[in-house]
T-cell receptor, first 114, second 108 residues
Framework: DTAVSQTPKYLVTQMGNDKSIKCEQNLGHDTMYWYKQDSKKFLKIMFSYNNKELIINETVPNRFSPKSPDKAHLNLHINSLELGDSAVYFC?????????????FGPGTRLTVL | DAKTTQPTSMDCAEGRAANLPCNHSTISGNEYVYWYRQIHSQGPQYIIHGLKNNETNEMASLIITEDRKSSTLILPHATLRDTAVYYCIVSAGNKLTFGGGTRVLVKP
């Protein structure tokens, strides 16, 4: 019944590895997002997709590549992981890109790069 | 997007109203005020939003000053489950930036 789900919940990996985080929403929303929460708990948007099209792309290294196979899924692939990538990554969705639409967040994926 | 300033932390007694202030003195005319909260180890949860009128829903009330430079989130009857970090966000679009927030501890 989970509205926005992410896998895995925890991810521990070595520097230089490539990893993916998956996100799925069953709310029928058109818009999905990836946010990053750093160690100071500041949460910032990374990407946003609307109907599988990229609409927000913040200043994020090219090593991060989102992929949206369909409206219900937005995966995040990270190449050549670095220590500074350690953070909690949250996926979210909203009905559309209208600014007053509520964003629904997933439970987060805690990524630790050793 | 305009920046917001919130107290770092506050305590509240269970059953009492919790009033959470937020300053956003540089807010522009097309920016909304949003409130989200994050309970420990969970994703953020939407609470309420407003443009210039006061708003109320089943979770909370939002009072926005006439000049829109500040706002107050009111939790009418705080419960222990309201213990969380509360974020006040100002944005003209759907790109939300969460600052430090206010850590609210509801005590029995």
């Amino acid at each position: 019944d989970t509205a926005v789900s992410q896998t895995p919940k925890y991810l521990v990996t070595q520097m230089g590895n490539d990893k993916s985080i998956k996100c799925e929403q069953n709310l029928g929303h058109d818009t999905m997002y990836w946010y990053k929460q750093d160690s100071k708990k500041f949460l910032k948007i990374m990407f946003s997709y609307n109907n599988k099209e990229l609409i927000i792309n913040e200043t994020v290294p090219n090593r991060f590549s989102p992929k949206s196979p369909d409206k219900a899924h937005l995966n995040l692939h990270i190449n050549s992981l670095e220590l500074g990538d350690s953070a909690v990554y949250f996926c979210a969705s909203s009905p559309s890109t209208i600014r007053t639409d509520t964003q629904y967040f997933g439970p987060g994926t805690r990524l630790t790069v050793l | 997007d305009a920046k917001t300033t919130q107290p770092t932390s506050m305590d509240c007694a269970e059953g009492r109203a919790a009033n959470l202030p937020c300053n956003h003195s540089t807010i522009s005319g097309n920016e909304y005020v949003y409130w989200y909260r994050q309970i420990h180890s969970q994703g953020p949860q939407y609470i309420i939003h407003g443009l210039k009128n006061n708003e109320t829903n089943e979770m909370a009330s939002l009072i926005i000053t006439e000049d829109r430079k500040s706002s107050t989130l009111i939790l009418p009857h705080a419960t222990l489950r309201d213990t969380a970090v509360y974020y006040c966000i100002v944005s003209a679009g759907n790109k939300l930036t969460f600052g430090g927030g206010t850590r609210v501890l509801v005590k029995p």
